[in-house]
C-alpha cells in the first residue's frame, strides 16, 4: 500500500493505546508512536515553536521517512499536529528526508531532501533531491508543483552524487542560504551551499567548508548561524575516529565558529569542538526565536545503538530538552531554556554540608532536576549515584586530580552500557551541575552548560535512589532537587 498523511494519522490515532510507558519521558518530547529521529524544521511561527521530526510512524524502526509535527508555546508542552508530509511522490517516494523551515511572505516554506532508491541494497542504491512545501497555516503543507527545487544535476563534480541531504535555510541580506550535507567520494565529509532570492530557484555557490581528514567520512544536518557577530557551522559527522576522550560515539556532532564570506561561499574556520560529550545526541538543529534566543534540540539517541523500547513497547526515539547556544568568547555554551524553571515543583533542598564517604538523600524519582554547587577542594572524587536500586546505578563522577567528569551507565539497566567521559576544569575548587533526570534519559549540564553530556537509560521503575559519594570532603554549598513533573501527569 502506497503512503499517505491520511494513512499515517488513522494509523497513529488507531494504535496508539498500544504504547507501553515504562520508559516514555515525562518532560521531553517524543512521537505518539512508533520511530523518530532527526528534529526537522525548529521554528518559531505566528508565535508558536513548530517542531517537526523524522518519522516511521508503522513501527518502532527506521522506515520510509514522514514528518511528523508538533507545537508548542513554551518549548516545553508539545501538542502533537498532524503529519506534515508523507512519502507520496516521485522526487521522495523512498522518504522524506530531514530539513528545515523558514518563514516567508507569511507562509511557512519546509525544505527537505527526497530520497529515491534505485535497488535493492539501501547503503548504495539511491539518490536524494531537494523539495520544497509551503503552508499559509503552518499545519497542511503543499508540496511545490517544481519539485524538486534542487536536482542531482546541480551537484557539482568530485562530490558525492547520492549523499545529498538536509537542507537548512537561511536568510542573509535579503538573500536565501541552504547548506547541504555530502561527501567528497573520497572519505571526507563537506558542506555544500547554494543561494536563492525566493526559495524556489537556487544557484550552487561552493563547497563550504570540508574535512580536514579527521572529521569522519560523510556530513549530515548542518546548520549556519550567527551568534553575537561571529558565525557558527554546526554538523553530525558520521564516522569520526575517537581523539582521546571525545568522539567515542558512532556518529558525532561538532560546532566551528568562524566566517562565511557569502560572496566566495567559504566558510573559515581554525578549530571544531563537540556538541555533547556523551552517548546519545546527534542531528541537532537550531533556531533563532522571537526573544532573540538561539535555541538547539538533537535526537537524544544514536543510530545503531540498542534501543530497549524497540522491543515490544511499539516506539523509539525523543529529543533532548531544548537548549539555549550562548557565545562564550571563542567558545559556546549550551544551557537548559529558562522556561524548564517554571516546570520546578517540590523536592529537597540543602545547603553546607560536608559528604564523606556515601550519603543516600531523601528523596526518591525518576523526572527531576539536580542542582548543585560543591567544593571539590579537599576531595579526590566526588560523585553522584542516580536511578540507584538493587542492582542498578548510574553514576556521575569528578576526580579533581585528573579534571575529568565521567557518566558511567555500565550498570543502569537493560540499555547499553560505557562510559562517557570530559575534560573539565574547577577554578577554585568550584563546580556547578545541573542534572535532568526523565524515565529512561540524563542530561548532565557542567559548569553553566561549558559541557553537556547526554544519554539514554533504561533502569527499572524502582530504582530510584540518589546518593552523594566523595572520597575525601566535598563541601556542598547548596544542592536543589525539584520534582519535574506534577503527579496528574504521569
Ligand atoms: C541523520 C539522517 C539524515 C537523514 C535522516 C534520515 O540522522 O541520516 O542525514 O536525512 O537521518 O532519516
Redesign the pocket.
Given at each position: 500500500m502506497s503512503y499517505s498523511i491520511e494513512r499515517a494519522n488513522r494509523f497513529v490515532a488507531e494504535s496508539k493505546h498500544l504504547l507501553v510507558d515504562q520508559y516514555r519521558l515525562h518532560y521531553h518530547f517524543m512521537g505518539e508512536f512508533g520511530w523518530i529521529?532527526?528534529p526537522n524544521g525548529f521554528v518559531q511561527y505566528k508565535g508558536e515553536y513548530h517542531l517537526f521530526y523524522?518519522y516511521h510512524p508503522y513501527q518502532p524502526v527506521?522506515g520510509p521517512?514522514h514528518w511528523g509535527h508538533a507545537v508548542s508555546k513554551d518549548l516545553i508542552e508539545w501538542r502533537h499536529l498532524p503529519v506534515a508530509l508523507a512519502p507520496d511522490q516521485e522526487y521522495d517516494r523512498d522518504?522524506c528526508?530531514?530539513g528545515s523551515a523558514i518563514e516567508h511572505k507569511d507562509s511557512l516554506y519546509l525544505l527537505y531532501?527526497g530520497h529515491i532508491m534505485t535497488g535493492p541494497d539501501i547503503t548504495k542504491d539511491y539518490y536524494q533531491v531537494q523539495n520544497l512545501a509551503i503552508s499559509q497555516d503552518g499545519i497542511l503543507f503543499t508540496k511545490d508543483a517544481h519539485n524538486p527545487v534542487i536536482n542531482t544535476d546541480q551537484i557539482p563534480a568530485h562530490t558525492s552524487q547520492k549523499d545529498f541531504?538536509?537542507p537548512k535555510v537561511f536568510e542573509r541580506n535579503g538573500q536565501f542560504y541552504m547548506v547541504l550535507?555530502s561527501n567528497d567520494d573520497q572519505g571526507k565529509g563537506l558542506i555544500l551551499l547554494y543561494r536563492s532570492v525566493d526559495l524556489h530557484t537556487w544557484e550552487y555557490m561552493n563547497v563550504m567548508a570540508q574535512s580536514d581528514g579527521t572529521l569522519g567520512d560523510n556530513w549530515?544536518?548542518p546548520d549556519v548561524f550567527d551568534l553575537d557577530g561571529i558565525d557558527v557551522l554546526m554538523m553530525?559527522p558520521q564516522r569520526m575516529s575517537p581523539q582521546g576522550n571525545n568522539y567515542h560515539n558512532l556518529h558525532s556532532t561538532v560546532y566551528m565558529l568562524g566566517k562565511l564570506d557569502t560572496d566566495t561561499g567559504i566558510f573559515d574556520y581554525k578549530q571544531y569542538i563537540p556538541i555533547d560529550y556523551g552517548f546519545d545526541f546527534?542531528?541537532c538543529q537550531t533556531t533563532l526565536d522571537q526573544q532573540g534566543r538561539r535555541i538547539m534540540i538533537g535526537?537524544m539517541d544514536s543510530?545503531e545503538a540498542l534501543m530497549p523500547t524497540q522491543n515490544g513497547h511499539h516506539w523509539a526515539g525523543a529529543m533532548t530538552l531544548p537548549r539555549e547556544v550562548i557565545r562564550d568568547g571563542e567558545r559556546l555554551l549550551f544551557c537548559p531554556v529558562a522556561e524548564l524553571e517554571q516546570s520546578r515543583l517540590e523536592g529537597l533542598h540543602a545547603e553546607s554540608f560536608e559528604v564523606q564517604g556515601q550519603q543516600v538523600l531523601d528523596y526518591r524519582g525518576e523526572s527531576y532536576e539536580i542542582e548543585l554547587n560543591i567544593d571539590v577542594s579537599k576531595s579526590e572524587e566526588f560523585a553522584i549515584h542516580l536511578r540507584t536500586g538493587e542492582a542498578e546505578t548510574t553514576v556521575l563522577s569528578y576526580s579533581p586530580l585528573e579534571q575529568l567528569f565521567r557518566f558511567n551507565r555500565d550498570q543502569s539497566g537493560i540499555g547499553p552500557g560505557g562510559e562517557r567521559i570530559a575534560s573539565l576544569t574547577t577554578p577554585e575548587g568550584q563546580l556547578h551541575l545541573r542534572i535532568f533526570v526523565d524515565l529512561s534519559s540524563v542530561e548532565v549540564f557542567l559548569q553553566d552548560g561549558e559541557k553537556v553530556m547526554t544519554g539514554r537509560i533504561y533502569p527499572q521503575p524502582e530504582s530510584q535512589g540518589i546518593a552523594l559519594y566523595s572520597n575525601g570532603i566535598t563541601q556542598v554549598q547548596s544542592l536543589h532537587i525539584w520534582n519535574l513533573v506534577q503527579p496528574e501527569q504521569i
Amino acid at each position: 500500500m502506497s503512503y499517505s498523511i491520511e494513512r499515517a494519522n488513522r494509523f497513529v490515532a488507531e494504535s496508539k493505546h498500544l504504547l507501553v510507558d515504562q520508559y516514555r519521558l515525562h518532560y521531553h518530547f517524543m512521537g505518539e508512536f512508533g520511530w523518530i529521529n532527526d528534529p526537522n524544521g525548529f521554528v518559531q511561527y505566528k508565535g508558536e515553536y513548530h517542531l517537526f521530526y523524522q518519522y516511521h510512524p508503522y513501527q518502532p524502526v527506521w522506515g520510509p521517512m514522514h514528518w511528523g509535527h508538533a507545537v508548542s508555546k513554551d518549548l516545553i508542552e508539545w501538542r502533537h499536529l498532524p503529519v506534515a508530509l508523507a512519502p507520496d511522490q516521485e522526487y521522495d517516494r523512498d522518504g522524506c528526508f530531514s530539513g528545515s523551515a523558514i518563514e516567508h511572505k507569511d507562509s511557512l516554506y519546509l525544505l527537505y531532501t527526497g530520497h529515491i532508491m534505485t535497488g535493492p541494497d539501501i547503503t548504495k542504491d539511491y539518490y536524494q533531491v531537494q523539495n520544497l512545501a509551503i503552508s499559509q497555516d503552518g499545519i497542511l503543507f503543499t508540496k511545490d508543483a517544481h519539485n524538486p527545487v534542487i536536482n542531482t544535476d546541480q551537484i557539482p563534480a568530485h562530490t558525492s552524487q547520492k549523499d545529498f541531504r538536509d537542507p537548512k535555510v537561511f536568510e542573509r541580506n535579503g538573500q536565501f542560504y541552504m547548506v547541504l550535507g555530502s561527501n567528497d567520494d573520497q572519505g571526507k565529509g563537506l558542506i555544500l551551499l547554494y543561494r536563492s532570492v525566493d526559495l524556489h530557484t537556487w544557484e550552487y555557490m561552493n563547497v563550504m567548508a570540508q574535512s580536514d581528514g579527521t572529521l569522519g567520512d560523510n556530513w549530515e544536518c548542518p546548520d549556519v548561524f550567527d551568534l553575537d557577530g561571529i558565525d557558527v557551522l554546526m554538523m553530525s559527522p558520521q564516522r569520526m575516529s575517537p581523539q582521546g576522550n571525545n568522539y567515542h560515539n558512532l556518529h558525532s556532532t561538532v560546532y566551528m565558529l568562524g566566517k562565511l564570506d557569502t560572496d566566495t561561499g567559504i566558510f573559515d574556520y581554525k578549530q571544531y569542538i563537540p556538541i555533547d560529550y556523551g552517548f546519545d545526541f546527534y542531528a541537532c538543529q537550531t533556531t533563532l526565536d522571537q526573544q532573540g534566543r538561539r535555541i538547539m534540540i538533537g535526537w537524544m539517541d544514536s543510530w545503531e545503538a540498542l534501543m530497549p523500547t524497540q522491543n515490544g513497547h511499539h516506539w523509539a526515539g525523543a529529543m533532548t530538552l531544548p537548549r539555549e547556544v550562548i557565545r562564550d568568547g571563542e567558545r559556546l555554551l549550551f544551557c537548559p531554556v529558562a522556561e524548564l524553571e517554571q516546570s520546578r515543583l517540590e523536592g529537597l533542598h540543602a545547603e553546607s554540608f560536608e559528604v564523606q564517604g556515601q550519603q543516600v538523600l531523601d528523596y526518591r524519582g525518576e523526572s527531576y532536576e539536580i542542582e548543585l554547587n560543591i567544593d571539590v577542594s579537599k576531595s579526590e572524587e566526588f560523585a553522584i549515584h542516580l536511578r540507584t536500586g538493587e542492582a542498578e546505578t548510574t553514576v556521575l563522577s569528578y576526580s579533581p586530580l585528573e579534571q575529568l567528569f565521567r557518566f558511567n551507565r555500565d550498570q543502569s539497566g537493560i540499555g547499553p552500557g560505557g562510559e562517557r567521559i570530559a575534560s573539565l576544569t574547577t577554578p577554585e575548587g568550584q563546580l556547578h551541575l545541573r542534572i535532568f533526570v526523565d524515565l529512561s534519559s540524563v542530561e548532565v549540564f557542567l559548569q553553566d552548560g561549558e559541557k553537556v553530556m547526554t544519554g539514554r537509560i533504561y533502569p527499572q521503575p524502582e530504582s530510584q535512589g540518589i546518593a552523594l559519594y566523595s572520597n575525601g570532603i566535598t563541601q556542598v554549598q547548596s544542592l536543589h532537587i525539584w520534582n519535574l513533573v506534577q503527579p496528574e501527569q504521569i
